[in-house]
């Protein structure tokens, strides 16, 4: 901390966490989360290996969105869980103003990406079954990956004014923050200035990108479902279901946890860390199970790359 005209600005932060646990919890969270950090690492590597590693596969727009997605979460769960596991273990370790900061971009910058990126495999699905013969043109690999670019670019844009303004804030008194991980509430609880703008764009931006996209999601795979109830039964119309009802799935837990968290925080109460940590740390576990496990041609991918088998 620094202290100007009588005042203790602060420098670094201390999170919270889970204050309440004591040392047998601490380390039996820690465990479980080093087990689920492994699992995301792995189950979503091997989706990325699959991609690079498979002719076919780098073809399809379907998968270079999902090759996209699983490095997405990749990263998105290395950018607080390594951080949570080193504070369960040293409690009151404090975090740097700019080490805090880069976290909280990073994190909600991802957040934002995922949402797109999950917009942009609704719109994908939508093509390909309501749209068959004019797909390759409407999907083709140029516009696909142009479609990959933007929502990278678009995701890390999105949030970067309300970050800057909150950053800018004066931060002075008590540097906890009540949380395992950098986050807008916190912040500006801790600030010592007023920032009601500042906070009201953080709040329309979160709201903005979940609404709008959940919207267009629901959207097309309501019309992938009417179009597919249309198709005769049989093993098309099996695997059209079989896809998307993975891809809802994802859709299910991922703006499910966020919505409770950041539309209505208020209903969120004492449990909004354990909704932030399903979203931060379970989400991504369970994704590349739900992608493999329901997609013949993924297990079939990985089967060839990882193990040599055909």
């Known amino acids: ?26 380390t039996l969270l820690c465990a479980l989360l080093s087990v689920a950090y492994a699992g995301t690492l792995a189950g979503n590597l091997c ?18 969105l999902l090759g996209n997605f699983s490095w997405l979460e990749i ?8 951080r949570m596991l080193s504070d369960l273990m040293s409690p009151s370790a ?31 699905r939508y093509l390909a079954i309501c749209h068959p013969l004019r797909y390759p043109i409407l999907m083709s ?27 800018q804030l004066s931060f002075c008194g008590f540097n906890t923050l009540d949380h395992f991980l950098c986050d807008p509430g916190p912040l500006l609880a801790a600030s010592c200035t007023p920032a009601p703008r500042t906070e009201q764009a953080c709040y329309a931006l979160t709201s903005l990108i979940i609404f709008a996209t959940i919207l267009f999601i629901l ?34 837990l991922f703006y499910g946890s966020i919505m409770v968290t950041y539309v209505n925080p208020s209903a969120a109460g004492s449990s909004g860390k354990v909704v932030t940590l399903f979203y931060t740390v379970g989400t991504p576990l369970l994704n590349p199970l739900i992608y493999s496990l329901r997609n013949k041609e993924m297990k079939e991918a990985v089967r060839r790359t990882l193990l040599g088998k055909r």
């Open 47 to 64: 989706i990325v290996w699959a991609m690079l590693r498979d002719p076919h596969l780098q073809r399809l727009p379907m998968y270079i």
């Open 219 to 252: 959207a097309s795979y309501g019309l992938v479902i009417r179009a597919v109830l249309r198709l005769p039964t049989g093993a098309r119309r099996h695997k059209a279901f079989s896809t998307c009802t993975s891809h809802l799935a994802v859709v299910g």
């Open 141 to 167: 690999h140029q516009l696909c990956w142009a479609m990959v670019a933007s929502c990278w670019l678009c995701g890390f844009l999105w949030f970067v004014v309300p970050i800057v303004l909150i950053s």
């Open 94 to 124: 404090p975090i740097s103003f700019q080490a805090c900061f880069v976290q909280f971009y990073f994190f909600f910058s991802m957040g934002a990406t995922e949402c797109l990126f999950l917009s942009a495999m609704a719109l994908d």
């Open 1 to 26: 901390m620094n202290v100007t005209n009588n005042t203790i600005l602060v420098t670094k932060f201390i999170l919270l966490g889970f204050p309440s646990l004591d040392w047998l919890s601490r």
């Open 75 to 82: 990263s998105y769960v290395t950018t607080t869980v390594p």
